[in-house]
């Protein structure tokens, strides 16, 4: 068993929760956020919609970003003496279609194999070819049919050194902000006319898994978000609203991978021949990832524009999302509500029941500034406890993954938010470890 302890006032320790000895403790990232080296890659969407003056809060770009592409075996020691068990980190893949693109992957994979850390690659994280965008990107069907080519070569280069994979990274983010509202990348504001981009990730992903079997890869999940859905009061108007958002956010990405079927009303809407695909999208998967945050307070719509998140949500949304109150707050004006993932896994369990595989949060982290971050090591304590008290109710968790390993680049907010457990020098590019890795490297060591 692996017990986690938090040093008190008093300077002693304090045993925070005991989790199973096969754990899986690790740390995130995304090629994009990191790695750099961006003239040794075909461009993805988000340096075309980087380029676009306004587009990014502070102008910057992730051309270097962290230059992990260059600095990985640093990065990688640096996981060695943190003492986590694996690695999740994205595979590019405009990086990919580029001469040579796999090599940086084979030798970051082999580096992590000599460290003992455990690889644990993810295929989409939002950075998607430049090309295939300009042929339709995720509106269009076929880009689901080259995603699947595009694992079964990963898969084919990677796969006896790998044996845990992820296939895509979020969905419901990538097409609310990147499809529906504009504010990522590649910056479509559709509205609801979005829904397709979901379908074909969804798709996307059945089609992968069944590729990645195909080529003998086994142990295969999804990252997606999720997070409690509160009603701003018990008004039947904010009711309402508040399961609007939850079906839109929540089980539009969920039911149709573990039920294989849309909530009400949605499939209908969905383009193609909805249920021979969902046979697809419902491939079994061995684990289910969820990246957890916040819970969020939603309401009827209120006729203006609403500040959420660091995203303005328009006033023609059937929802508003509203503030809330009483909790601690992050850099990033998040609120910190560690309940919320206790709250959160036991409502999947009792949702989804055997059809829930078991779950890995990949996952879980805050933005604050500073090396001496009293506030992330305080973050990080209080989801510990949350999580174990869900494993205590009979949830079956089976890892959880910190974000991120490093300060980088936060998409739309440029280099202003700070999720790291290392600080970076966005001058010098010098790592610095913040007193959260102690923390957490002191935790994952101590034994009972």
């Known amino acids: 068993m692996i017990r986690c302890m938090a040093t008190d006032a008093r300077g002693g320790t304090n045993p925070i929760s005991q989790f199973p000895s096969d754990f899986l403790w690790g740390v995130s990232t995304s090629a994009h956020q990191i790695e750099g080296a961006a003239d040794e890659r075909e461009p993805s969407v988000w340096d075309a919609f980087t380029a676009e003056p306004g587009r990014v809060k502070d102008g910057s770009t992730a051309a270097v970003a962290c230059d992990h592409y260059h600095r990985y075996p640093e990065d990688v020691a640096l996981l060695r003496d943190l003492g986590v068990g694996a690695y999740r980190f994205s595979i590019s893949w405009p990086r990919v279609q580029s001469p040579g693109g796999l090599d940086f992957y084979d030798r970051l994979v082999d580096e992590l194999a000599t460290a003992g850390v455990r690889p644990v690659p993810t295929l989409f994280h939002w950075d998607l070819p430049l090309s295939v965008e300009t042929e339709g990107g995720w509106l269009r069907r076929e880009t689901a049919e080259r995603f699947a080519e595009y694992a079964a070569v990963v898969a084919e280069r990677l796969g006896d050194r790998i044996g845990k994979w992820i296939t895509l990274n979020e969905p419901?983010?990538?097409t609310l902000f990147g499809h529906a509202l504009g504010t990522h990348a590649p910056g479509k504001q559709l509205m609801f006319d979005a829904l397709p981009a979901a379908h074909h990730q969804l798709l996307a992903h059945g089609l992968?898994?069944?590729?990645?079997?195909?080529?003998g890869v086994t142990d295969i999940g999804i990252a997606n978000s999720h997070g409690p859905t509160w009603p701003a009061s018990d008004e039947a108007a904010d009711v309402e609203a508040a399961g609007f958002y939850d079906v839109l956010l929540n089980r539009l990405f969920a039911d149709p991978l573990l039920l294989g079927q849309y909530p009400e009303g949605l499939g209908e809407l969905m383009p193609g021949d909805v249920d021979a695909d969902l046979k697809v999208i419902a491939e079994p998967l061995d684990w289910y990832g969820i990246n957890y945050y916040a819970p969020t307070r939603v309401g009827a719509p209120q006729g203006t524009d609403i500040e959420f998140g660091g995203f303005t949500l328009p006033a023609e949304l059937p929802f508003s999302v509203r503030e809330i109150e009483g909790y601690p707050v992050t850099d990033f004006g998040w609120p910190v509500i560690p309940e919320g993932?206790?709250?959160?896994?036991?409502?999947?369990?009792?949702?989804?029941?055997?059809?829930l595989p078991p779950i890995v949060i990949t996952e879980?982290?805050?933005?604050?500034?500073?090396?001496?971050?009293?506030?992330r090591i305080a973050f990080l304590d209080g989801h510990l406890r949350a999580l174990h008290r869900a494993l205590e109710a009979g949830v079956d968790v089976r890892g959880y993954f910190v974000w991120s390993l490093l300060d980088n680049f936060e998409w739309a907010e440029g280099y202003a938010r700070r999720f790291g457990l290392v600080h970076v020098d966005y001058d010098t590019l010098?790592?610095?470890?913040?007193a959260s890795y102690g923390w957490l490297r002191d935790a994952l060591r101590t034994q009972p």
């Not at 992968?208 to 080529?215: D, G, K």
């Not at 879980?364 to 506030?375: P, V």
């Open 172 to 174: 419901a983010e990538h």
């Open 430 to 434: 010098e790592r610095t470890p913040k």
């Open 341 to 355: 993932l206790t709250e959160l896994l036991t409502s999947f369990r009792d949702r989804y029941g055997d059809r």
């Open 208 to 215: 992968a898994v069944r590729a990645l079997r195909a080529a």
């Open 364 to 375: 879980n982290g805050c933005s604050y500034e500073g090396i001496d971050d009293q506030e």
